[in-house]
Nanobody, 122 residues
């Protein structure tokens, strides 16, 4: 599976932004998907994950209630809707995939895309 994230950029605090991650391969619907982020000088942080069917979603505590993960298996795409972003959400966001794992441990995911930078201005 190859992953290509897009949609990053500059957004004002309190605004909104949607990230997309397009996946190659015919078995996209078999994979759990997720998002991680890493800010300069900080450790990688779990943002959100979604099961292969979309029936289960998980969020990091810092984004719960503000971000929403979703997927469209017909388009081989997973989304991260970022509402009311804060300056502390500034980071490089990475899309991940795994056939067997849905959760918050980054080392469990087999596939990583290149990141997309999100900058939230105050």
């Amino acid at each position: 599976v190859q992953l290509q994230a897009s949609g990053g950029g500059l957004v004002q605090a309190g605004g909104s932004l949607r990230l997309s991650c397009a996946a190659s391969g015919r078995t996209f619907s078999s994979y759990a998907m997720g998002w991680f982020r890493q800010a300069p000088g900080k450790e990688r942080e779990f943002v959100a994950a979604i099961s292969w069917s979309g029936g289960s979603t998980y969020y990091g505590d810092s984004v719960k209630g503000r971000f929403t993960i979703s997927r469209d298996n017909a388009k081989n795409t997973v989304y991260l809707q970022m509402n009311s972003p804060k300056p502390e959400d500034t980071a490089v966001y990475y899309c991940v995939a795994d056939m067997y794992y849905t959760g918050s441990s980054y080392y469990e995911y087999d596939y990583w895309g290149h990141g997309t930078l999100v900058t939230v201005s105050s």
